[in-house]
């Protein structure tokens, strides 16, 4: 395997070079296009834990939008607690001012007996509509998020598809 990549000329070795780089652009280009157009940091998340169970499984693929501002109750968004880069998802059980007040919502697990209070960050009781949520969902595709789990737990499995990506790429002939 690496035989044939020796063997390569170097106008060839670079044009893959930049064929791999090109793909990797693309590929930032279009999260962050769809970032802009739903409003949101990460358009896109996976279902990390089973505190949504029946509603969401554990790598449930789930899209976003942020356009609206107006959460309503039994709404389900995602949120990140300050400080932390986690995304939580739960669904709104309260929520507090709205209109030329700024909206504070109260988040639940479905699985969950208690709310998200200590989920929180210290001295924060309501997330902070504008601050805090990172999208509603407003889709969602079952367990096709499961790959992102598994490369999170087993790092190593992450090495080895981002190695066999780069050669696939590097050493295809057109």
Known sequence: MFGSLATLQPRQ????????????????????????????????????SGSMEPAFQRGDLLFLWNRGQETQVGEVVVYNVRGKDIPIVHRVIRRFGGGSAPLQLLTKGDNNAADDTELYARGQSYLDRSQDIVGSVVGY??????????????????????????????????
């Open 13 to 48: 070795l670079a044009a893959q070079v930049l064929n791999f780089a090109l793909v990797l652009s693309t590929a930032f280009m279009l999260w962050k296009g769809l970032s802009v157009f739903t409003d949101s940091s990460s358009p896109i998340v996976v279902v990390l």
């Open 141 to 174: 595709v079952p367990f096709v998020g499961y790959v992102t789990i598994l490369l999170s737990e087993y790092p190593w499995l992450k090495t080895a598809m981002l190695i066999f990506m780069a050669l696939t790429v590097v050493l295809q002939r057109e």
